[in-house]
């Protein structure tokens, strides 16, 4: 092929590992935050409503869950 060959391109053929493992690790780590403040903001809700923060079973301020055990505090 020469220099100025119209059908010459510049995208690669195959790929780019650094660049792709780099971009798997940040997306990664970025919706792992994400679901884990949903998580934490989901207990939260359900402990300010009286539920368990782990089964949403409606318990009150009283001391374990009657349901699954977990502490309510």
Request: charged share 15%; aromatic share 10%; net charge positive.
């Amino acid at each position: 092929m020469a220099a100025g060959d119209p059908y010459m391109t510049d995208f690669p053929l195959g790929p780019l590992w650094p660049g792709q493992l780099v971009n798997s690790a940040f997306y990664g780590v970025l919706m792992f935050g994400a679901m884990t403040a949903a998580r934490a903001l989901g207990r939260g809700r359900r402990r300010r409503k009286g539920l368990c923060p782990w089964c949403a079973y409606p318990v009150g301020n009283t001391g374990p869950c009657s349901e699954c055990g977990a502490p309510v505090a």
